[in-house]
């Protein structure tokens, strides 16, 4: 079932919360109403931001997840980078994964753009050498120039994007994960960006891209999978799929005007 | 109240015990919201989680490793040599302590995560533990409750710092024993908890 073309395989993914306002956070709390929490354990209420979801992605792909607030968008893609674990349902990942979660996610804001770039590199999984001669690339990509001598906190949430997103492509990943980040980057740097995407792709890296902005989704992704409350409503070529959630989008806005 | 009684002078009871605790002390306090405090980067960012717990034991060992040679200088002032005992016990007991750290902070960082006044808890416990150990008094100053004393971890750990440092004594397994039971078994408790609750981490930080 699981073959060497596959980079990514869900099957059955469904991930609980728990809503946790019931929940003591701490020991004493926990210790001195040791009989109602142990009650309330079992009745705590649920949430699953993911419910049964199933697709697989081939290698070299790029797919499009799409989605309004709250639909397991970022779960989805957490469980996918392994940073949380599904309740239910088994994920199989072929290759070594980066991902771009969130605007300078592992980034200090007192040391330097170059010693944080290094330090990324590594928590990525690169060995402090591998990050060293990847140094240059990625500075060159990120087109800080000097400023990547300064400490991080100086810098612009555009200059941010620019050196997470660079490291993230420069660690020689199979997988790469891109949440959201993007807008953040001007026209120019989205288009480059792309454009690298682009050609990792053609080196048979996999993409995996959440996004609002529908017109990349369309014109990078080959294919997409629209989420909703936690499900797969319709997955297929991308193109049908954004225009089935903009027109379930016209639907609901209608209804509104109307009613 | 008995006159404690020792052989050597009391900067040298002190001091050579001091240092060591210090450094399990810090690593603890520091280590246990190691993870807790660093939600960020465990939710978005995959790395092996254990070495967030680890630098700070890790970092802590270089501070107390630079107050060695202010140890040296009081034994010197003290009118004594260090000799050969110290490059050989030096490595050992850092080796020991440093294994009964990582296991420990395995423990406490990792349940900290859901109990986040373990902190503060912990903070009371080990100003408790620093006068139940030997280190303002030498374990001797104890008397028949020598043995009871030597349950704690840090005891004969301690001891053996003071003996190595004072006396170039070097350390035998018969002398630190329990604190090598202690090392052995919070390793193992520590992989099992961390291994086990590191999976819930990311969902409820």
């Known amino acids: 079932m699981f073959s060497d073309d596959t980079a990514i395989s869900l099957e059955g993914i469904s991930k609980r919360y728990y809503l946790r306002s019931q929940r003591p956070v701490d020991l004493k709390t926990t210790l001195l109403h040791l009989p109602s929490f142990l009650w309330r354990d079992s009745n705590r209420k649920a949430f699953w931001a993911l419910d049964g979801v199933s697709f697989s992605v081939a290698r070299g792909e790029s797919i499009g997840i799409i989605g309004p607030n709250g639909s397991g968008k970022s779960t989805l893609l957490k469980i996918v980078a392994d940073l949380a674990r599904p309740t239910q349902g088994k994920i199989a990942v072929n290759g070594r994964i980066s991902a771009l979660l969130e605007l300078g996610a592992g980034f200090h804001p007192q040391i330097t753009g170059r010693q944080n770039a290094v330090l990324n590199a590594v928590l990525l999984g690169l060995s402090r050498r591998e990050a060293e001669e990847a140094l240059p690339d990625i500075i060159a990509f990120s087109e800080l120039g000097d400023f990547i001598d300064e400490p991080m906190r100086t810098y612009s949430s555009g200059m941010y994007i620019r050196l997470g997103f660079s490291v993230a492509v420069h660690v020689h990943a199979d997988v790469l994960l891109v949440d959201e980040v993007l807008a953040v980057g001007d026209a120019e740097f989205q288009q480059k960006c792309f454009d690298h995407i682009e050609k990792l792709r053609a080196k048979g890296v996999t993409i995996v891209l959440v996004s609002h902005d529908l017109g990349s989704v369309t014109r990078f992704c080959e294919r997409a999978v629209l989420l909703h409350h936690g499900r797969v409503q319709v997955e297929g070529k991308s193109q049908p799929v954004v225009h089935e959630y903009l027109s379930r989008i016209a639907a609901v806005l209608g209804h509104a005007v109307s009613s | ?205």
Request: proline share 7%.
């Open chain 2, 1 to 205: 109240m008995a006159k404690v009684k020792s052989d050597i002078p009391y900067q040298l009871v002190l001091l050579p015990a001091l240092f060591p605790w210090s450094w399990f002390q810090t690593s603890a306090l520091m280590a246990t919201p190691a993870i807790a405090n660093n939600g960020n980067l465990i939710k978005k960012v995959h790395f092996p989680r254990y070495v967030l717990p680890f630098a700070t034991v890790a970092n802590n060992m270089v501070h107390f490793l630079l107050t060695i040679p202010i140890i040296m200088i009081i034994i010197l002032a003290s009118g004594r040599q260090p000799n050969y005992t110290w490059l050989i016990g030096i490595p050992l007991l850092t080796l020991l302590e440093l294994v009964l750290l990582l296991g420990t902070v395995l423990i406490v960082s990792a349940i900290d995560v859901f109990f986040r006044d373990l902190e503060h808890l912990l903070d009371v416990l080990l100003n408790l533990a620093f006068y139940m150990s030997p280190i303002i008094y030498p374990l001797s100053a104890l008397g028949r409750y020598q043995k009871v004393a030597l349950i704690n971890p840090m005891a004969s750990l301690i001891e053996a710092w003071r003996d190595l440092f004072a006396r170039n004594q070097l350390p035998t397994p018969i002398d630190v024993w329990p604190c090598i039971v202690w090392a052995v078994v919070t390793v193992l408790v520590g992989s099992f908890i961390f291994g086990r609750l590191e999976k819930g981490f990311a969902d409820v930080l």
